[in-house]
């Protein structure tokens, strides 16, 4: 379970990726981050280019029920 700095710093971070603001939440053992469209793919670019934050298992998504 992380802690609520680290989250805080996650969203942070992921918000700067973004250039906007991205909503970060714990579920289970992974972090889910939620934004806009543009922004969640700018996200996963980061995870995905063979740099610093490399992560094969990252993945984006839409999410019907947080559509509004």
């Known amino acids: 379970m992380a802690t609520e700095a ?3 710093r996650t969203a942070r971070d992921w918000s ?3 250039a906007e603001p ?3 939440e714990e ?3 992974a972090f889910y981050g939620f934004g ?3 922004a969640c793919l700018r996200i996963f670019a980061q995870y995905q ?3 610093a934050y490399h ?3 990252a993945r984006v998504h839409y ?3 947080r559509a509004s």
């Open 6 to 8: 680290q989250i805080q």
């Open 16 to 18: 700067d990726y973004a």
């Open 22 to 24: 991205v909503a970060v």
């Open 27 to 29: 579920i289970g053992s």
């Open 36 to 38: 806009s469209e543009l």
């Open 49 to 51: 280019s063979n740099g």
């Open 55 to 57: 992560n094969p298992r």
């Open 63 to 65: 999410s019907v029920n």
